[in-house]
T-cell receptor
Framework: GAVVSQHPSWVICKSGTSVKIECRSL??????MFWYRQFPKQSLMLMAT?????????EQGVEKDKFLINHASLTLSTLTVTSAHPEDSSFYIC???????????FGPGTRLLVL | AQTVTQSQPEMSVQEAETVTLSCTYD???????LFWYKQPPSRQMILVIR??????QNATENRFSVNFQKAAKSFSLKISDSQLGDAAMYFC???????????????FGKGTHLIIQP
């Protein structure tokens, strides 16, 4: 149980375009999902908390207009990187936790390369 | 704000031996969760073990166990009978037990690269 999927796993785009990444909880409902970013050989950094039916909560230093988050249902959150630039190239990972038990389960991640 | 420190960027152990990975954290909260996650080359984050701060008993999962010292704010991971498949990055993570208010996300340490020598 507690499976989280992400799509796409890999995306290459041109500078200035927008990219949407989907995160789905496959066998549980999640009112809250989380988006992390991981640069090569570094740790995961929390970008934002996605709340079903309400606005996302962004961490300090994360541009909410660049990283648009929509949590339209109890099993789907999307992250849209708007007007992507090469410095946005990174590994983006989502997570969710079933219930209030505290454990977060992670999706397999999305590698974004902006040319 | 909470911080998590992993002071060992890399550790190496012989197959079948035991290795301990260190983690310390800083928090003013009394109730929280601590985790060890494993990230193999595929980069999929895999939960290894979790510990609730209110529990005094150290968590164990098969060959994996923790030494949780709440007063010292220390949370080390012991891997017994190391196997080649244990080779990965290991991240220690903290999560507040307070639900809501933006306090649900995980705070990660910088990670420890574990090498298993055959």
């Amino acid at each position: 149980g507690a499976v989280v999927s992400q799509h796409p796993s890999w995306v290459i785009c041109k500078s200035g375009t927008s990219v949407k990444i989907e995160c789905r909880s496959l066998d549980f409902q999640a009112t809250t999902m989380f988006w992390y970013r991981q640069f090569p050989k570094q740790s995961l950094m929390l970008m934002a908390t996605s709340n079903e039916g309400s606005k996302a909560t962004y961490e300090q230093g994360v541009e909410k207009d660049k990283f648009l988050i929509n949590h339209a249902s109890l099993t789907l959150s999307t992250l849209t990187v708007t007007s992507a630039h090469p410095e946005d190239s990174s590994f983006y990972i989502c997570s969710a936790n079933p219930g209030q038990e505290g454990t977060q389960y992670f999706g397999p991640g999305t590698r974004l390369l902006v040319l | 704000a909470q911080t998590v420190t992993q002071s060992q960027p890399e550790m190496s152990v012989q197959e079948a031996e035991t290795v301990t990975l260190s983690c310390t954290y800083d928090t003013s909260e009394s109730d929280y969760y601590l985790f060890w996650y494993k990230q193999p080359p595929s980069r999929q984050m895999i939960l290894v073990i979790r510990q609730e701060a209110y529990k005094q008993q150290n968590a164990t999962e098969n060959r994996f166990s923790v030494n949780f010292q709440k007063a010292a704010k220390s949370f080390s991971l012991k891997i017994s009978d190391s196997q080649l498949g244990d080779a990965a990055m290991y991240f220690c993570a903290y999560r507040s037990a307070f639900v809501g208010g933006g306090a649900d996300g995980l705070t990660f340490g910088k990670g420890t690269h574990l090498i298993i020598q055959p």
